[in-house]
């Protein structure tokens, strides 16, 4: 039965009062509120937004959700892999980083104006870009030569001048194993073999430290093998954390178990590749460290921006050797004088010339 | 003196004009209250009362009623823009957006469905049935109103108690004129079968 009440000869308003009722402007009103109301969800645009951004989320969150389920995996993976890259960096990052060429060998100027002679072919390697790493922090001094993030064995001795206050000790490295080898002060015996060539511009290399800007990590990261980059070498828990220029790259990506991630430095700006189901996505990344190691980073850079402004005077002493200014080109001229070492000369930046005997007093030459 | 069919027609039912010069005109001002909104007011002008009328009819209240009448003019203005002019008259139009008003006013507060009975407008319901009317009868129908489902007690309010034509119902009810007459021959039919079994 329906639900019908009859109103059975109920008295009907007249015509008249009807038509009091009559109001336009309430309809008017009531048709503008209603378009005012239509203009957000009423509106196909806004319908078929809304739809569209439904399915993009929908097929994204699909993908998303095929992923993460692997993605703790790939963290363990990732941590599994990051755990061994830190077994070959250095834990200091206070070293100096050099780069320099397997078949030309280097001579380096560290920032507390030691010298080291690396001969060529000092690495048993193919390899021709290596790395030496520096760290004459703390009365200690520790050089290692890198290919990537791996130590090179030595084929060849390399040679320590250490710039002491009044005396300096020629050692040798005889093999990236062992001890450094004092040699006698007044070096009577020392035979530097390849350590240094005859003669050899000193070219000081400057620490390329300050090449690599690293950012503070904060959210998500990728954790890459870094061994084949030498200037993180010597930092702890490198990250990488994608330019916010990029504005492909969806924070998911993070997450996702990728087959393979490729990491290439281009004019000093880093690009990963991810790649995945045979599809590559490259974004620009930047290297960030944690906040304990970014400040180290942070109070090294500012040291050795104070260094640099602070040009050290080659002022080596006791050298068995004749350092010469090169005026055409403002480098100094090394030239072994005797293997002797009854006295030597040298040079220092401001063109004085000395002169030590074997007991390592010296004097004024020039 | 003899009255022409079309103007009995308008005699008779002075709100549902057929004639073409009234639709031809309807149109013009349709199209006008499509580009401005306030142009719509000829025709509230013409439809309030009978609109009102209508929806009175099925509502318990006067305030009720002009309340769904209000709310029937503005749901008009709103969607006058896809309305399409058919040739039909433009009250069968606001006809059927009342009657959704009234029916959603049923369903959200689950009021009941309204039927107003005169006792003046059954004489021909009573003809159409072949059968005398009594008072015994005259109650015995309104009980048996209380068993037709809605559609039914639409045809019957709309043919005998408003005195609507055939086709101002199919107009209204949006379904063929053959369609209305089964409806209405099959209601009666009911009815008359409700009021013999009482």
């Known amino acids: 039965m329906s639900n019908i009440k009859i109103e059975r000869n109920r008295k009907a308003p007249s015509d008249e009062q009807i038509l009091q009722k009559k109001d336009f402007d309430s309809v008017l009103k009531g048709f503008q509120n209603a378009q005012v109301s239509k203009k957000w969800y009423q509106s196909t645009k806004l319908w078929l937004g809304v739809m569209a951004t439904a399915c993009i989320a929908t097929v994204v969150g699909f993908m998303l959700s095929n992923n993460k389920t692997e993605s703790v995996d790939q963290n363990n993976q990732i941590a599994k892999d990051t755990e061994t890259k830190e077994n070959v960096v250095l834990e200091k990052s206070n070293a100096q980083i050099f780069n320099f060429k397997n078949s030309e060998g280097a001579l380096i100027q560290t920032e507390n104006g030691n010298m080291i002679s690396i001969p060529s072919e000092v690495a048993n390697s193919k390899v021709e870009e290596l790395t030496l790493s520096v760290d004459e922090s703390g009365n200690q001094l520790i050089i290692k030569v890198l290919n990537g993030g791996d130590i090179v064995d030595l084929n060849k001795s390399i040679a320590l001048i250490q710039n002491n206050e009044n005396l300096a000790n020629i050692e040798l490295l005889e093999n990236i194993e062992g001890e450094w080898k004092p040699t006698n002060n007044n070096g009577t015996n020392l035979d530097l073999g390849e350590a240094f060539p005859a003669e050899r511009e000193i070219t000081p290399i400057s620490s390329e430290e300050s090449s690599v800007e690293f950012g503070k990590a904060s959210g998500n990261t990728f954790e890459l093998d870094v061994k084949n980059f030498p200037e993180f070498a010597d930092y702890k828990g490198v990250k990488f954390q994608v330019d916010p220029s990029e504005k492909d790259f969806i924070e998911d990506y993070y997450f996702v178990d990728w087959q393979s991630f490729e990491l290439k430095e281009k004019n000093q700006q880093y690009y990963l590749t991810l790649s995945r189901g045979g599809k590559d996505l490259t974004f620009k990344v930047k290297p960030v460290l944690n906040s304990a190691e970014y400040s180290k980073y942070l109070a090294s850079k500012k040291s050795k921006q104070k260094s640099n402004s602070k040009q050290k005077p080659i002022d080596f002493k006791n050298l068995g050797f004749t350092i010469k200014y090169n005026e055409a080109n403002g480098n100094y001229i090394l030239i072994p004088e005797s293997q002797s070492l009854e006295s030597i000369e040298f040079t220092d930046s401001k063109k004085s010339m000395y002169k030590i005997d074997k007991n390592g007093t010296y004097k004024t030459v020039k | ?198």
């Open chain 2, 1 to 198: 003196m003899r009255v022409k069919p079309l103007e009995l027609i308008a005699t008779l039912n002075r709100t549902y004009s057929k004639t073409e010069n009234l639709i031809e005109q309807e149109a013009i001002e349709i199209d006008a209250a499509k580009k401005n909104p306030e142009k719509f007011a000829p025709l509230y002008e013409r439809y309030f009362l009978q609109i009102f009328k209508y929806i009175f009819k099925r509502v318990e209240s006067e305030d009720l009623a002009n309340d769904i009448c209000q709310q029937t003019f503005i749901k008009a203005l709103t969607k006058i823009q896809s309305y399409q002019h058919k040739g039909l008259p433009f009250s069968s139009w606001l006809y059927r957006i009342a009657q959704n008003e009234i029916n959603q006013e049923y369903r959200s507060r689950k009021r009941a469905r309204v039927v107003e009975v005169n006792d003046n407008e059954l004489p021909e319901l009573f003809e159409e049935m072949e059968t005398d009317l009594t008072h015994e009868r005259r109650m015995i129908l309104i009980e048996t109103m209380k068993k037709l489902n809605p559609d039914e007690v639409s045809m019957i309010e709309m043919k005998y108690f408003e005195k609507r034509s055939g086709q101002e119902i199919a107009d209204i009810l949006d379904i063929s004129l053959s369609n209305v007459k089964v409806k209405l021959h099959r209601t009666v039919k009911k009815i008359k079968k409700l009021i013999s079994e009482s």
